[in-house]
């Protein structure tokens, strides 16, 4: 686990949420009183589902799941793969001890030279989008589908890239001020960055602060993705995904093409089959 993670305090408002996500480049926090007890957690998913809320209180989730330091690897692995999550704090005492990420766990999957083949893996759809949609065309999909990424397709329908919502906004004309100012940021325009800000840009966006320029998701994309192969081994792919920081990689076929995504929780599965 990642020991003494960052967390928010209650009282807190969206504010003091989105500028410990900004400036530490994260996208999720355990909340505690002012004590240090925990209560509850937050995500920026969370701000993105309600973006007219502002009290942190009715913004976290106090049902999160939690687990706890002596936990097996494996039964945290099935909590957080059953809940969909991808922060586990742990508690212990009452107090946030630490916070367990699918990177924090790769490294197991690294170590255990697993060679399962990483299409037995794969538990979500595919859902690639062409590489001259529109970029607003793209952030709505990524809404519809749930998702933080997309793989791109040529006119040939070849894998050409990859895209991620804070890519969306990389080259978008927004004046990084003006942006933190509008999200109530501003006095601590010293302790951000661009690539924490690119993190919670989609709420403002969608708040209708800024409008994404006339782009195709070709413009932005990352092109020539980092990839495997459907045999690959478990074990190769989360050697992939931890020494790149991916949360997801594209999978190719025998004839080359695109058949699938493998996010981090999938490779996780394998430690609880």
């Not at 039964?75 to 969909?84: F, R, W």
């Not at 991620?164 to 960055?193: P, Q, Y």
Request: glycine share 4%; with cysteine.
């Amino acid at each position: 686990m990642t020991q003494k993670p960052v967390a928010a305090k209650l009282p807190g408002s969206r504010e003091d949420v989105l500028r410990l996500l900004v400036k530490h480049k994260i996208t999720g926090v355990p909340v505690t009183k002012k004590d240090g007890t925990y209560i509850g957690f937050v995500a920026r998913k969370h701000m993105f589902d309600q973006p007219e809320e502002k009290q942190l209180v009715l913004l976290m989730r106090k049902d999160w799941p939690t687990t706890a330091p002596n936990t097996r690897v494996e039964d945290a692995v099935l909590l957080m793969v059953e809940s969909g999550v991808h922060f586990l704090p742990v508690i212990e005492k009452k107090k946030v001890v630490g916070i367990l990420t699918p990177a924090d766990v790769l490294i197991v999957v690294e170590k255990a030279e697993l060679d399962t083949p990483v299409e037995e893996l794969v538990r979500s759809p595919c859902i690639p989008v062409y590489e001259l949609t529109p970029l607003t065309v793209a952030l709505e999909i990524m809404k519809i589908a749930r998702v933080f990424s997309l793989p791109v397709l040529d006119e040939e329908g070849l894998l050409s890239g990859i895209i991620t919502d804070r890519d969306l906004f990389n080259k978008s004309h927004i004046d990084e001020r003006i942006a933190m100012s509008a999200l109530g940021l501003a006095e601590d325009e010293d302790s951000w960055t661009w690539e924490g800000l690119r993190n919670i840009m989609k709420l403002y966006y969608e708040e209708s602060k800024i409008h994404l320029p006339k782009m195709f998701v070709k413009e932005v994309m990352i092109p020539d993705p980092v990839t495997v192969f459907e045999k690959s081994g478990v074990s190769e792919v989360a050697t992939h995904l931890r020494k790149n920081d991916f949360n997801q990689m594209p999978i190719r076929d025998e004839d080359d093409r695109l058949a699938a995504m493998i996010h981090d929780l999938d490779v996780l599965t394998v430690l609880i089959k």
